[in-house]
């Protein structure tokens, strides 16, 4: 057990690595580097050597690397090129906008999408299921930008309820945020809350046909008591995992709809720095975003080895 | 050679094949629509630019945001280009580079996914390492990256999105081939002395294609997600390329008072995208494979 989650770990770390790895060969072989396409016309002479030192360019690529991976861990991701600050500073006030985006979508999705999942299944093929699970895969595979746009259409224009997009400064308090947000929250919401539910139809699906669910129907079980205390304890088990992945996928859907919004959170930042080529910030939020992704992932693998206990005798998917 | 006759099954024609596929997916009614949606909007990229009333990249600014009528069909955008020229030609570029992308995706991705499952030990592992190393970086960061770096041409976003969907077919074909290797028929195949090639080729692809078409399927419309997502964020193709997500982003300052103008690209847009994905559900379902448990990677 105490190997298992050792070894998940390190898995997850290994996973970091290759990563950084990646985008620092990746940010290294395209054409450029953070120096001449920060100063463009003007990269030759005194300036570029000036740029060079400044960041610690005149050095060889695996000398920079172990320097920046050696900060990177303890927190610190150098300089940003456009804002001249450090990374560190840059990413706090975002990061903590990103997560009070994510974490209202997930409070609001997450009991909304094991009630719709259950219905679903409960009354499979008919109207309940039919009507809930038509809108469900227009929320989910209509792309962010276009439901996001359709909200401000809707609801900021035509309706004049909320504001259409965030026109407030990085750090501001919370309650002023609130309004705002409504907006962001409830697109992502949507889509979150749309994938989350087929998969907890599905899954509940799967048991419902399973021999013990049978038996305890001919046992003569009470319908609710049967679907309370058999169905969704083993349901909701293999749903985690498939929520930690739906959140992690979101990542990428989130940077859409913060630009749609402008919000002033990390998907904002990252179009922002690539926008202006500021490869260091680059660098850094994709290794950020990595970690998010491979914590999410290890925590979902964690809770379900610590629900199920068939599980800790096995070995764990690869 | 008479005992080949007795193992396999009465044999069909390939188009039959294809034929019966076909009419088991249109026969469910979310296949049915999903099929029609699909061909409506291939059919329409195929003709959209003899049927096309004007010149797609008319700059007219006499006609700068019309409504609606009967001479502009769904009105005019904010350079006066005709909005029902441009939506119908929009189908051509995202049908074009998704569909490409997607054969790159599932070429590289199953052949990949196959030798690993094959081979396994030590270049399995490492392979899938960077695999997930790949996967747990978000798709939007490192396709702008990407773009952002090497241009935004065709040539170039065709690839980019090849490789990047690519990556999660690699899991399921080497998931697939797990299933076959230990099948009698491959140990039958290697004892007969077949070579690796002829096993991968005569074997392992008939058994495991299924499953990687029905993923490829199911790429291409996350692909096509990602490519006017791209568009949309100013890092896909180029005005004035007639493109959906260009579109939308163009006229979403101004929907305001000329809603028209991102109406057309978004129903343009949403229809092709829900209907590919009916179409590789009924696809799925009609080979008897169960994806609803899975989760987008």
Redesign the interface.
């Known amino acids: 057990m105490l190997f298992l989650i050792i070894k998940r770990i390190l898995?997850g770390l290994?996973?970091?690595f290759?990563?950084s790895l990646?985008?620092f060969v990746?940010?290294e072989i395209?054409?450029?580097d953070a120096c001449t396409t920060y100063l463009e016309r003007q990269a030759f002479g005194e300036q570029l050597e000036a740029c060079y030192r400044r960041l610690g360019l005149n050095v060889p690529a695996y000398e920079r690397y172990v320097s920046w991976a050696v900060n990177a861990i303890q927190g610190d991701f150098g300089y940003s090129l456009s804002g001249e600050m450090p990374i560190k500073e840059v990413l706090g006030p975002r990061i903590k906008n990103s997560l009070v985006l994510a974490s209202a979508a997930i409070f609001i999705g997450i009991p909304i999408a094991l009630i719709l999942g259950i219905v679903t299944a409960l009354w499979r093929d008919k109207l309940p299921d039919v009507a809930i699970s038509t809108v469900t895969?227009?929320a989910m595979?209509?792309?962010?930008?276009?439901s996001a746009?359709?909200l401000?259409?809707i609801i900021a224009?035509w309706l004049e309820w909320l504001p259409g997009i965030v026109i407030v400064p990085t750090d501001v308090s919370f309650l002023e945020l609130l309004p705002n947000i409504i907006l962001p929250v409830i697109a992502i919401a949507m889509i979150m809350t749309a994938?989350m539910a087929?998969?907890v139809?599905?899954?509940v699906i799967?048991v419902m046909a399973s021999e013990y669910v049978q038996m305890a129907i001919l046992k003569g079980v009470p319908y609710w008591k049967m679907v309370f205390k058999h169905v969704l304890p083993n349901a909701l088990l293999?749903a985690i995992?498939?929520v930690a992945?739906?959140i992690?996928?979101l990542?990428?859907g989130v940077?859409?709809t913060e630009?749609?919004f402008n919000y002033p959170g990390l998907g904002r930042l990252?179009?922002e720095s690539?926008?202006n080529?500021d490869l260091p910030t680059?660098q850094a939020?994709?290794i950020i975003?990595?970690s998010i992704?491979?914590s999410i992932?290890l925590l979902a693998d964690l809770m379900t080895l610590m629900l199920n206990p068939r599980l800790k005798t096995l070995q764990i998917r690869? | 050679m008479k005992l080949d006759n007795i193992y396999q099954e009465e044999k069909k024609s390939n188009f039959a094949k294809v034929a019966e596929i076909i009419i088991t997916m249109a026969s469910r009614p979310s296949g049915f629509i999903g099929l029609s949606i699909l061909i409506f909007h291939v059919v329409l990229a195929f003709i959209s630019p003899y049927i096309a009333p004007y010149d797609f990249k008319a700059i007219n600014p006499t006609l700068m945001l019309q409504a609606p009528s009967a001479e502009y069909w769904f009105g005019t955008d904010d350079l006066g280009r005709d909005v029902f020229t441009r939506t119908i030609l929009g189908g051509r570029t995202a049908l074009t580079i998704t569909f490409f992308g997607s054969l790159i995706a599932l070429l590289w991705g199953g052949l990949l996914g196959i030798f690993c499952g094959l081979v396994g030990g030590k270049t399995d592992d490492i392979v899938m390492r960077i695999v997930d190393a790949f996967l747990s970086i978000p798709w939007i960061l490192a396709m702008l990256l990407i773009v952002s770096l090497l241009g935004t041409s065709t040539e170039v976003l065709i690839p980019a999105l090849g490789f990047f969907y690519g990556k999660g077919i690699v899991r399921v074909a080497r998931a697939a081939t797990h299933d076959v290797i230990a099948k009698d028929f491959i140990v039958s195949a290697r004892a007969r002395g077949h070579s690796n090639f002829s096993i991968i080729w005569n074997e392992i692809i008939p058994n495991v294609r299924d499953a990687i078409l029905v993923e490829g399927a199911m790429r291409w419309s996350w692909m096509l997600l990602g490519f006017s997502s791209l568009s949309f964020l100013g890092f896909g193709v180029s005005p004035p390329t007639p493109d959906w997500g260009l579109m939308i982003s163009n006229a979403r300052g101004l929907m305001s008072f000329a809603y028209w103008s991102v109406i057309a690209p978004i129903v343009g847009l949403s229809s092709l995208i829900i209907g590919i994905n009916l179409t590789a559900d009924a696809f799925a379902k009609a080979l008897g494979i169960d994806r609803s448990t899975k989760a987008p990677v």
Do not use: C, D
Request: proline share 5%; hydrophobic share 60%; no cysteine.
């Open positions: 898995l290994i996973t970091l290759i990563v990646i985008t990746g940010t395209l054409p450029g895969i227009f595979t209509i792309p962010e930008f276009i746009t359709l401000i259409l224009i994938h087929r998969m139809r599905s899954s799967q293999p995992n498939v992945l739906t992690a996928w990542l990428g940077v859409v630009v749609v990252v179009i690539i926008s080529r680059v939020l994709a975003l990595a992704y491979v992932n690869k």
